[in-house]
């Protein structure tokens, strides 16, 4: 009998490419659609989830007054004619400000802020032709009513804001709307996250054939990506909507929904209530 070899790998040839170096480079550039969608989802999904919670505002006023007060407060910054008007709720919306949490705070600045350079640069053309009128006081009147707006859905819940709907006789059609679309944003962005996760993921080391051809170029990469993840997730919500129609005929569901939101009253509450009671008047006494 033959000895065993004490050394059998020895004697066999070891390939090149296992003696070659390794010195992979990515091509710059190919990544970056990806990247960008990526933190835009992540961003959407966390502005969404952000809004579910408490914790924004230092107080938390009742979401029934902060609707009804904030509706009343756009309507008559709308129909204000006095600049002595929109500097006082200014004031009280940069007092309100104060008191809300510094993430969201640059949020609603950010919005506020963009839509107030966007109309004084609608109204550009007539200032310069000596409308100065205008260009003052219309942006102010945007600045204190998209902040109104901001620091209402800051501080409210998603759910809270739907009761809210439901106790002041809102139509049930539209909650509903509104309330399934808000769930289905979040779902379909984390569905769409981890669709672009996989393709990051699975097209490493070949940035050249991501649009299924090969040689392709990476400006086909957006078009390709798109494509795909928009064509999936209409299938996904097709059947995301299938699936809830029939667990709502299974419950039961008539489309109408209940009271089960209660009147509250607090500190926090009485203050934001008799400062809007003054703002309201003063918006009568100043004509």
Known sequence: MHEADPHPFERRSVPAWLLSREDYTPAAGRERFLDKTIFSLLRLSALIRSQ????VAR???DEIYGLLFTIALIVFLSLSRTFTFVLIVLSC???RLCFIRIGALKNILAVCLAATIFSALVLLPAALYGNTYSIIMIPSKVFASVALVGIFSHTSRWNDITGTLRLIHVPNIFIFILDITIKYLTMLSDFALSMFYAMKLRSVGRPGRKTGKGGGTGARIPRAAVSNVAGNIFLHSRE?????YCAMECRGFSGAYPRTAFWKFSAADAVYVLVNLALIAAFFYLG
């Open 52 to 55: 579910d919670t408490y914790g």
């Open 93 to 95: 919306i940069l007092v």
């Open 240 to 244: 995301l909507s299938e699936e809830m």
């Open 59 to 61: 107080f938390h006023v």
